[in-house]
């Protein structure tokens, strides 16, 4: 027996359980609709005038947040829309995906700029990887991927840049950290209401929207996006949280909701007892850092 939307009498696409309502497409598309730019005005007002960066991958969540930025910004007087990719060399996956994030981008006509690691760090990660041992693969593609958009989008002059975050990406981030007792990166979690001289400030759109409905948004507006696995994910510490979650998520609905909102109630707290940190340029590169010479400097210094 087919179900009816909860809100009308068409058939239902899909069953939210953490609220209990059964969801036809368009109730669905304005559920998740509204709950991106109601989220979005809690982060902060942006002007006009603002030029707006979209880190896009070409996977599903990047590629739904520079759709739905194009939505809610596009018409807006003086809002200019840039799109930034991060190549950083992984062989058959990132080439793949990089497809999907130019053929998005022209579709909409957004400006696009592709930025790889081989060109701004002097290696491919697969090159990094290779030749060097010291940390996992995570660890440097994460530091240089921060550096290559936080570069590059100062270049571009952008106020503020998008990334595609989504709810199961900021409880598993939250929970990874407290577990690991960093409770000065858990207070530095985007979005970012302070901006921090030489750090252009995150906006996260999808950040409470759940993975799944991300997926089901992207098919049912006929976005075309990579669904490839990176290989280099299967030896992340973030698996084992990811399980950790899913399994609390499935038995409890609602627990990446509740790890979310727990984490909004004491982040005031948690940045009034650990304020950012005093910035000044590094010494090799002149990013900001906290100490002389930046962990992407530093990082350098150990594969070239």
């Known amino acids: ?174 929970l990874m950290n407290f577990v690991n007792g960093d409770i000065q990166k858990l207070a530095r979690l985007g979005p970012h209401k302070k901006i921090q001289p030489g750090l252009v400030p995150r906006m996260m759109p999808l950040r409470v929207i759940p993975e799944k409905e991300v997926t089901l948004y992207a098919i049912l507006k006929n976005i075309q996006y990579y669904d490839g696995e990176c290989p280099y994910s299967s030896h992340a510490l973030r698996g084992v949280f990811r399980d950790i979650i899913d399994n609390l998520e499935y038995n409890h609905p609602g627990t990446r909701h509740s790890i979310l909102n727990g984490y909004n109630e004491i982040k005031d707290l948690l940045i009034k007892r650990y304020p950012p940190a005093i910035l000044i340029k590094c010494i090799k590169c002149g990013e900001p850092t906290s100490q002389e010479i930046c962990k992407a400097c530093s990082f350098k210094e150990t594969i070239l």
Do not use: W
């Open 1 to 174: 027996m087919s179900l009816t939307c909860s809100k009308c009498k068409k058939q239902a696409i899909t069953f939210i359980r953490y609220n209990g309502t059964h969801l036809c497409k368009d109730h669905f598309i304005e559920y998740f609709e509204r709950r991106v730019k109601k989220d979005i005005k809690k982060q902060g007002k942006t002007k006009n005038a603002s030029r707006i960066g979209i880190a896009i991958s070409g996977g599903k969540d990047s590629t739904v947040a520079l759709h739905i930025i194009n939505d809610i910004f596009s018409k807006r007087p003086n809002i200019e829309l840039i799109a930034i990719t991060i190549d950083e060399g992984i062989k058959g996956y990132r080439p793949e995906s990089v497809k999907y994030a130019v053929r998005n981008c022209k579709k909409l006509s957004i400006e696009h700029n592709i930025v790889s690691f081989e060109n701004t760090i002097g290696k491919s990660l697969d090159e990094i990887v290779f030749t060097n041992k010291n940390l996992g693969e995570c660890s440097y593609c994460g530091v240089f991927r921060r550096f290559c958009l936080n570069k590059r989008s100062k270049e571009l002059k952008v106020d503020k840049l998008v990334t595609g975050h989504n709810l199961d990406d900021m409880s598993q981030s939250i």
